[in-house]
């Protein structure tokens, strides 16, 4: 089973309207931490924002939050007021316990984000 | 200025011809790892290290091997490529490996072999 799922391989949203990414994730650990990380076609790999399980409150960084839904095994990512310069792919990650004895991090596939005009 | 660096940025090779790619960072962490990204399959480990010294295999290890001798360094030794080696290459470092800590990666390679 994939331990971290982005269900939307493209998202369309118009300049200047918020858009959600999905991301759902399978962990049975109780102690994970949860990050969004964002691709431009430069292909350099920027970190946007961290959840981690025991936190009580959803994380924002400027336009970025995150609506984690601790029960449904959620974490979607928020972008409000779109920018052109916001179309990028977008991964969704968690880190988690490993057998190895530390906290390995597992991406999602990606959501490819286009925001138009 | 914090950083991971990668070098080379692109290379075409062909089939065989054994090479290396090299992988620094100046924020004095223990944890590294490469990554290779593949699409619809977001990025998989291929080999990780905890310390100088210390290595092991991630998910996708077969034909790869790396080193850790120093704790900024973290090359990625392809010995004899082969095309489904074609893809982007990352490293990355933590300053650990806590549920908390980012990942710092570098700006990827992008690797074609023909």
């Known amino acids: 089973a994939q331990k971290i799922t982005q269900t939307q391989p493209g998202m369309f949203v118009q300049e200047k309207e918020a858009v959600t990414l999905d991301c759902t994730y399978d962990t049975s650990d109780p102690s994970y931490g949860l990050f969004w990380y964002k691709q431009p076609s430069s292909g350099e790999m920027i970190f946007l924002i961290y959840?981690?399980?025991?936190?009580?409150q959803n994380a924002t960084e400027g336009r970025y939050s995150l609506n984690f839904q601790k029960a449904r095994k959620s974490a979607n990512l928020v972008i409000s007021a779109s920018q052109l310069g916001d179309s990028a792919m977008y991964f969704c990650?968690?880190?988690?316990?490993?057998?190895?004895?530390?906290?390995?991090?597992?991406f999602g596939a990606g959501t490819r984000l286009a925001v138009h005009p | 200025e914090a950083q991971v660096t990668q070098n080379p940025r692109y290379l075409i090779t062909v089939t065989g011809k054994k090479l290396t790619v090299t992988c620094s960072q100046n924020m004095n962490h223990e944890y590294m790892s490469w990554y290779r990204q593949d699409p619809g399959l977001g990025l998989r480990q291929i080999y990780y290290s905890m310390n100088v010294e210390v290595t092991d295999k991630g998910d996708v290890p077969e034909g790869y091997k790396v080193s850790r001798k120093e704790k900024r360094n973290f090359p990625l030794i392809l010995e004899s490529p082969s095309p489904n080696q074609t893809s982007l290459y990352f490293c990355a470092s933590s300053p650990g490996t806590a549920s908390y800590n980012e990942q710092f990666f570098g700006p990827g390679t992008r690797l074609t072999v023909l």
């Open positions: 990650a968690m880190r988690e316990p490993h057998s190895g004895g530390y906290n390995k991090l597992i």
């Open positions: 959840q981690g399980s025991y936190d009580q």
